[in-house]
């Protein structure tokens, strides 16, 4: 692949920086390593955060944005997050079709490349993600819920002295889950 991770993290700066300040996100995490890149963006308890991984053995390559509210550390962010095409996909099923391919990165990809399809995630992201910018989060609310409401807490298996595993639900995911499982916004105090 030609394209490093360095040279995406810059790019989403290019397509993003001056978008996500206009409704006061504020660049607070940027950074590279050889496999993967992140970029996140706050507002208060709201956050963009866009990146990718690059890494062989995550092959097919795949690019991200996610809008969440609360941390921005896993595994709160986790569970805290929806990804953009979530929202188009309930929004319009034609755009989700026409923007399959958005997120996929193939191994050919040039830096050209690389930037037109950043363009084409922040063009979506200004069309689709414009309430959450503008910090309406009932639509975010509901499609969380929804979301985390279909998922199952970490599991973990731990060996029985007879033989074979005994599966329980990892503590923290579950209260996770729970707690993002509501559509209903929670008050300021209920949040910690």
Not at 39 to 45: F, G, I, K, P, T
Not at 87 to 108: F, G, N, P, R, W
Not at 114 to 135: I, M, N, T
Request: aromatic share 16%; with cysteine; hydrophobic share 35%.
């Amino acid at each position: 692949m030609t394209v490093t991770s360095k040279f995406f993290r810059e790019a989403t700066e290019r397509q993003f920086d001056a978008l996500l300040a206009r409704y006061g996100f504020k660049r607070t995490k940027s950074e590279d390593e050889k496999f993967s890149f992140s970029v996140s963006y706050r507002a208060d308890q709201r956050y963009v955060n866009i990146g990718a991984t690059l890494h062989p053995h995550d092959y097919p390559y795949y690019l991200w944005l996610k809008f969440g509210e609360g941390s921005d550390e896993f595994p709160e962010s986790d569970w805290n997050a929806i990804p953009l095409w979530l929202i188009v996909q309930h929004q319009s099923a034609a755009t989700y079709t026409e923007e399959k391919d958005l997120y996929d990165i193939s191994m050919s990809l040039t830096e050209a490349d690389a930037e037109a399809k950043l363009r084409r995630v922040r063009e979506s992201c200004e069309a689709f993600g414009l309430p959450f910018l503008e910090g309406n989060l009932a639509l975010f609310g509901q499609l969380r819920a929804t979301q985390n409401g279909q998922r199952e807490p970490y599991r973990i298996y731990t060996p029985k002295k007879g033989g074979g595993y005994a599966m329980s639900y990892e503590e923290g995911s579950a209260h996770l889950k729970e707690r993002f499982s509501n559509s209903a916004p929670k008050p300021w105090w209920k949040l910690w």
